[in-house]
């Protein structure tokens, strides 16, 4: 099957905007984003059903809540782009707006990612996250190491120290000084200059449907 976006025209956009990230030039380009958004959210809207044949978090979910507006909040921020230079969509219960571990697809001139995990969890959520890692070592490593394999690599901040109540020699000190669990996979271009990108993508992110049952198991009591 032949995936209605052409991530190659996406990507090209992408770049013309990075170089032109002025409202003016956004508006005389609209029409142009536009098609090329619709035929993107077509394609997530069939990412979504792909997923959820392999993950029930995902059935069920609204396109249009699990993918980012191109508008940057520049409220608190010193760089004032009014625009995003990338398109991306977050797979998981609750859309955009889940604290659940999840699936993350970025599409960006030169920086094509596929991840998931859980990011910036509420400190609650976070001690919990500690005291199962701790509790189930060997479960979380074995939970994680199909991505690990599949080449996903953990880009979490982390303390410098092993938090307070662990142990400094602790065997997953690595693991406790994490602020969050992220596992992301960077891609070459050609990873989506395929017919059926969303198949591709499909195909790769069901690795991390371990990890996820793992750290969501903290919030089996909510």
Known sequence: MKSYSNISEILAFLSQLQANNNRPWFMQHKAQYDALRQ???HD????????AQ???QVCGLNVKNCVYRIYRDVRFSNDKSPYKNYFSGV???GGRHTKLSCYYVHFQPGNIILGGGIWCPDRPV???LRSLIDAEPDEFLKAVQPALDA???WDSDSLKR???GFDAAHPM???LKMKEYLLLKRCPASYLDVDDWVAQVAASLPVLKPMHDFLNYVFDDD
């Open 126 to 128: 976070l001690d919990k």
């Open 151 to 153: 080449g996903f690599q």
């Open 44 to 51: 997530m809207e069939r990412l979504i059903e792909l997923m």
């Open 173 to 175: 000190a690595r693991f």
């Open 91 to 93: 797979l998981g219960k």
């Open 162 to 164: 092993v938090p307070k």
């Open 39 to 41: 035929a993107w959210e």
């Open 54 to 56: 392999v993950d029930d």
